[in-house]
């Protein structure tokens, strides 16, 4: 996925900025609690396409 | 007319559907017309699509250095045009709910050379992904007919857009002329899903898209619904006899 595009998304549902986790491939909203899938390198910023976080990513830094 | 009945219902084209019915169903009809969809919308229109998009693409005012969204942007007809307006210093975010448009619009647009100031994202119109004031100009064309709450996709355009930018809306709507609607829907909903039926393999599809047509809100109903989102400036202009309609809206 592209880094840039970062700068102009937020997460659909809290208006706040997200993080990219490399590992899990996925745009993370700790003010949501969302976790939101990129296939094909295309970001889902879908509310109904996301995971949500385990109380430990929550907590996570 | 308004697109609610109660709080749990809205139109499947004709058919009364449960909201979240309509979603997953607009969905398949996309899916199913995504290889598709081009080729079709130069048969069904003659080829007369390239015009309103071309006339959009005028009056939108794009120029270098903008930074524009288009919704719906499915196979990437204005994102292609639009990524030429703004060079290398703008950019055009290309956003669709739908996964398989998405990807016909993405190879597309890269088989035409067109990289580096486009991005791709998968996005509701409803609660677009996008912070406040971001935008120059926002497109949707022949989208926004399928989204389930209009008033709040409004909404949503009008927040992710800078103050003074434009909305545009490309849809479908009402002709004003008897006979020719007479000739419109004779062709709607007989030749047009026969159409579907040979070339793409699916009639139930572009019968859909018909019935949708028909029930989307008329000219002066979307321009108060403009009104309603918060924009100004609100004004629409026909064309080929009002089969399709362009309002535009700026954000105060």
């Not at chain 1, 993080?19 to 509310?47: C, F, H, M, Q």
């Not at chain 2, 572009?206 to 309603?228: C, F, G, N, V, W």
């Amino acid at each position: 996925m592209d880094k840039k595009l970062l700068d102009i998304l937020v997460c659909p549902v809290a208006k706040t900025p997200l993080e990219y986790n490399e590992e899990t491939n996925e745009l993370i909203s700790k003010a949501s609690g969302l976790a939101y899938p990129v296939r094909d390198d295309i970001p889902v910023l879908l509310e109904t396409e996301a995971r949500e976080l385990t109380l430990e990513e929550r907590e996570s830094k | 007319m308004t697109d609610q009945h109660n709080d749990n219902t809205t139109h499947f084209g004709f058919e009364d559907v449960k909201k979240e019915e309509k979603v997953q169903r607009v969905a398949d009809v996309f899916h199913s017309v995504a290889g598709k969809y081009d080729l079709m919308n130069d048969l069904m229109s003659g080829g007369v699509h390239r015009l309103w998009k071309r006339i959009t693409i005028e009056q939108s005012g794009v120029r270098t250095g903008n930074t524009v969204l288009d919704i719906a942007g499915g196979t990437g007809d204005l994102t292609m045009r639009f990524s030429r307006l703004v060079g290398p210093t703008g950019k055009v975010v290309l956003a669709d709910i739908n996964d398989s448009m998405l990807k016909v619009g993405r190879d597309k647009l890269m088989d035409k050379g067109v990289t580096g100031n486009v991005e791709f994202v998968q996005a509701n119109a409803e609660a677009l992904p996008f912070p406040d004031n971001t935008f120059d100009v926002i497109t949707i064309a022949f989208g926004l007919r399928n989204v389930t709450d209009k008033d709040a996709a409004l909404r949503s355009m009008t927040r992710v857009l800078k103050p003074g930018g434009k909305v545009m809306v490309l849809e479908f709507s009402k002709t004003d002329n008897p006979l020719l609607t007479k000739a419109y829907d004779f062709y709607s909903f007989n030749i047009l899903p026969q159409m579907g039926s040979m070339i793409a393999g699916d009639a139930d599809s572009y019968r859909y898209l018909a019935e949708s047509i028909r029930m989307h809100p008329d000219q002066e109903t979307l321009k108060s619904m403009m009104q309603d989102a918060g924009l100004t400036h609100c004004k629409y202009q026909n064309m080929t006899g009002g089969i399709v309609a362009l309002h535009t809206g700026i954000k105060p």
